[in-house]
C-alpha cells in the first residue's frame, strides 16, 4: 500500500490509475518555462488554525494550498491539497486520484477474510488509521478462527482469546514464534487499544506494520495450503 509522497522539488509520487504503477506528478510545465500549473491558496479561520495543527518547528499551519499536477506518464491530471505553515513549511494532506491498491492474496484464502483484509487496506488508503487498526485485528482473528483456533459454545460462541489462539498457533508450528510474537503486539494490541482504550492518533506506520504482519500470516498459512491443512490435522485443529 503505497500512499501519495510530496517530493523536495514539488513533485509527487503516487499510483496512476491509468499507468497502473506509481508515477511522478509533476507541478511545474516545462512548456511554459517550468511555471506552476494552476494553484490557489485559501486561509483558515481562527478555529481550523487551531484544527490543523503545527508544523515541526511549531508554526501553526494558517493556509491550505491547492495545485494542479500532471501525470510524467500518461498526462493524466492530479490535484494535491497541502497545509501551509506561518513559516512556509509544507505537508500534504491529499492528493487525487485517490487510487487504493491491493495486495495480491492467496487464491486458498477464504472469501470473508479476503473481504476483511481489503476493507483495512481501504480505510488505511482513506486515511482511517483507526479504523484500519480494528480491520487488521479482526481479520487475523478470522484467519486464526478459520484454522481451527476456538472454543465454540453451545451456543456457537467462540470463547478463546486471541492472545490464546495465537499462543496455540505458535505452539503448533504453524506460526513461527517470532510471527506469533508481531501479531500479538503489532495487530492484537493495536486493535485492542483502539476498541477499549481513550482516543489517540494512529500512526501510518503502525497501520502499515500491522498490515505487513497480517499479510506474511496469510502467506504463512495458505501460500502452501496442502502443507498447512496436514499440521493442522495432525494437531487436531481441523
Ligand atoms: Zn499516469
Known amino acids: 500500500m503505497q500512499r501519495p509522497e510530496l517530493r523536495e522539488n514539488s513533485e509527487m509520487r503516487a499510483y496512476c490509475p491509468e499507468c497502473k504503477s506509481i508515477c511522478t506528478f509533476h507541478s511545474r510545465n516545462p512548456d511554459q518555462g517550468g511555471n506552476h500549473y494552476s494553484s490557489f491558496s485559501v486561509n483558515f479561520s481562527a478555529e481550523e488554525i487551531l484544527s490543523a495543527g503545527k508544523d515541526e518547528n511549531g508554526y501553526p499551519y494558517n493556509r491550505v494550498i491547492y495545485h494542479a499536477y500532471k501525470c510524467g506518464g500518461c498526462g493524466r491530471g492530479g490535484m494535491s491539497a497541502s497545509y501551509i505553515s506561518t513559516k512556509n513549511s509544507k505537508k500534504l494532506k491529499e492528493f487525487y486520484p485517490s487510487a487504493i491498491t491491493h495486495e495480491l492474496l492467496p487464491g486458498t484464502l477464504p472469501e470473508e477474510i479476503k473481504k476483511e483484509y481489503k476493507e483495512a487496506e481501504i480505510c488505511f488508503g482513506n486515511r482511517c488509521n483507526r479504523a484500519a487498526s480494528a480491520m487488521i485485528r479482526s481479520t487475523l482473528e478470522k484467519i486464526l478462527k478459520a484454522n481451527g483456533y476456538k472454543e465454540e ?18 505452539k503448533d508450528g504453524v506460526l513461527t514464534s517470532a510471527r506469533g510474537e508481531r501479531a500479538k503486539n503489532d495487530i492484537k494490541v493495536l486493535g485492542d487499544e483502539v476498541v477499549h482504550r481513550d482516543w489517540r492518533e494512529v500512526t501510518d506506520e503502525e497501520v502499515k506494520n500491522a498490515l505487513q504482519y497480517a499479510l506474511w500470516i496469510i502467506r504463512d498459512l495458505y501460500d502452501d495450503r496442502a502443507t498447512t491443512e496436514e499440521i493442522l490435522q495432525t494437531k487436531g485443529r481441523l
Open 153 to 170: 459454545n453451545a451456543n456457537g460462541f467462540d470463547n478463546m482469546w486471541l492472545t490464546t489462539k495465537i499462543k496455540e498457533a505458535t
